[in-house]
């Protein structure tokens, strides 16, 4: 495995950006609209600083930066390896990447399914949802990797 430091951390940024960037939208419509309701009949699944009036996502955003900046770096390091195995330009390798990984996490949602009884409607709403995230944020990284390093 090859490990290029400097497309790993540019390439991992342009994943994370785009796919912090697209949460601004995805957020409200799903997590604060659609899924309100199944979100509070399940209070107990949630951390704290979630269920408190008004919810204290400030107290979770270095949590959640630092999970996705990890995740992005990771992806970046992964696709960076298997990106001459893709075909079409930068972004649609990125897209094509982003497939693959939007596969492999509805692939590990589904089976979480199996073990945490939440509600279908809300496992069916984050696969959705997810579609959104890796396709447009595998084809920055794609893109981005593919300016900085072609093939």
């Given amino acids: 495995m090859k490990i ?5 951390i540019v390439g ?15 957020g409200p419509l ?8 199944a979100y509070q009949a399940n209070a107990s699944f949630w951390r704290p600083e979630l269920v408190q009036y008004p919810p204290d996502m400030a107290a979770l955003l270095p949590r959640w930066i630092t999970t996705g900046l990890i995740s ?5 390091a992964i696709y960076d390896n298997i990106r ?9 390798k990125g897209m094509k ?6 596969i492999f996490y509805a692939s590990f949602a589904a089976g979480w399914s ?16 997810a579609i959104f995230y890796y396709l447009p944020g595998g084809a920055a990284l794609g893109w981005t990797i593919s300016k900085l390093a072609p093939e």
Avoid: C, R
């Fill in 72 to 76: 992005a770096l990771l992806a970046a």
């Fill in 12 to 26: 991992g940024l342009a994943y994370y950006v785009t796919q912090w960037i697209i949460s601004f939208v995805t």
């Fill in 4 to 8: 290029n430091p400097k497309l790993i």
């Fill in 84 to 92: 001459s195995g893709l075909d079409g330009s930068g972004a649609v």
């Fill in 30 to 37: 799903i997590h604060e609209g659609v899924l309100t309701e």
């Fill in 97 to 102: 990447f982003g497939f693959i990984a939007f």
């Fill in 114 to 129: 199996g073990v945490f009884n939440l509600p279908d409607s809300i496992w069916a709403w984050w696969i959705f949802e």
